[in-house]
């Protein structure tokens, strides 16, 4: 081929590459009207193989023409909409395939049908006792946040007419309060993931972010304070505090819990909006407690007397908070294996949030072992200005 044939056959490939890309360019081309144009076209000039092997011309995609053809797949076939979807190919969340597995232990044992399955992560709702009681939540996007409260009123008194009026400031103070991180993660196999049904990951997602929930009420109420803890009620200098005597004892009646009520009163706490919140296990004992000596009838039941008549979880008309994360192995004296009752008041206490309980899924971090992280997690601390708004029942047996 002489120079000036390579001269011509390059200006009508140039040409024909011009062609092709107003072709792709054309909005107003379906993308199937724009392949079957492409097709068509060929050089019209012939080249030895050599040639041809440098300078042959491949289909132009441009970004239009690429983010067309995407619409068109995901309204042909939408990601992520119930009912729409019963397959999980290459590239999709957390799976490469869709197939049953076999041989499958532990949670893949559990979770693991021989049929396909879809991906639905629901949202759960927190689990922690210590938001559902009530309390006030401050939500921040710092990493610490500062409070003002006032520690004591100042003094008013009867003045005479035209007298001056006496100056006298309240007390204030600044508290601080630094989100504190309660997580709690899990590998899994994608093979479960893919083939679980119910979905491995709503099972999952469940227990992760009660077990979050339940450890940030341990630390609500019994943190000592140190880093990574919080400083829960428990800890709080200046709360109320009722005993079960030197050793610890079991509740006979619920007389300390009227008493830990009239010392809310009794610091003018507003006591008629308490809440208790215990263990299960204390909670137990409470309902087998009678209305008297040889009576089958709960203390706390409403009715005449029927076992088959339900139970409010209420006492003295406020309501009743169980957590199945607070301790139920404290030391009194020589007695152990005892619990705790809080009586607070929610509007004095403060919940400071940094992040909500949420549920992560990270299907690349583990991609070696072909294996999904899941993670639970949230940050947050516990504020209490009024340290007379909550009353502990220490040593309950």
Not at 124 to 135: E, M, T
Not at 152 to 173: Q, R, T, V
């Amino acid at each position: 081929m002489s120079a000036l044939d390579n001269v011509s056959l390059h200006a009508r490939r140039a040409a024909l590459v011009n062609n092709l890309i107003e072709i792709a360019d054309n909005p107003a081309l379906p993308v199937e009207s724009r392949n079957a144009a492409i097709d068509t076209m060929a050089p019209e000039v012939s080249a030895p193989a050599e040639v041809e092997q440098r300078t042959e011309v491949a289909p132009v995609e441009t970004r239009a023409a690429v983010e067309a053809e995407q619409r068109s797949a995901i309204a042909a076939n939408p990601v992520g909409v119930p009912g729409t979807r019963t397959e999980v190919r290459a590239g999709d969340l957390l799976a490469s395939e869709v197939r049953a597995i076999s041989g499958a232990a532990g949670m893949g044992a559990a979770f693991t049908p021989a049929e396909n399955a879809t991906f639905v992560v629901d949202f759960l709702a927190k689990q922690s006792v210590i938001f559902r009681s009530g309390v006030n939540v401050i939500r921040t996007t710092g990493d610490s946040i500062v409070i003002p409260h006032l520690t004591a009123d100042g003094s008013a008194g009867a003045i005479a007419e035209a007298a001056a009026i006496p100056l006298s400031d309240p007390n204030a103070e600044s508290l601080t309060a630094v989100p504190r991180k309660f997580a709690q993660g899990s590998r899994v196999a994608n093979e479960v993931l893919a083939d679980a049904k119910p979905s491995a990951l709503d099972a999952l997602g469940k227990s992760l972010i009660r077990s979050v929930g339940l450890a940030f009420d341990l630390s609500a109420f019994e943190g000592n304070g140190t880093a990574p803890n919080v400083r829960g009620l428990k800890n709080v200098a200046g709360i109320g505090s009722v005993s079960m005597g030197t050793n610890g004892a079991a509740l006979a009646s619920l007389d300390p819990i009227a008493d830990a009520l009239g010392m809310l009163a009794e610091a003018n706490a507003d006591d008629e909006s308490a809440v208790i919140v215990m263990p299960p296990k204390v909670w137990r004992s409470i309902l087998k407690l009678k209305e008297a000596t040889g009576s089958n009838k709960s203390l706390i039941q409403n009715s005449a007397g029927s076992a088959s008549d339900g139970v409010s979880k209420r006492l003295f008309g406020r309501p009743v908070f169980l957590s199945g994360n607070l301790s139920t192995s404290e030391t009194q004296g020589t007695g152990t294996g005892a619990s705790s009752i809080y009586v607070y008041v929610p509007s004095e206490v403060y919940a400071v949030v940094r992040e909500d309980a949420v549920f992560d899924v990270n299907p690349y971090i583990f991609g070696t072992t072909d294996e999904t992280f899941v993670a639970a997690k949230m940050r947050a601390d516990i504020l209490v200005p009024n340290p007379a708004a909550v009353v502990r029942i220490a040593g309950v047996l």
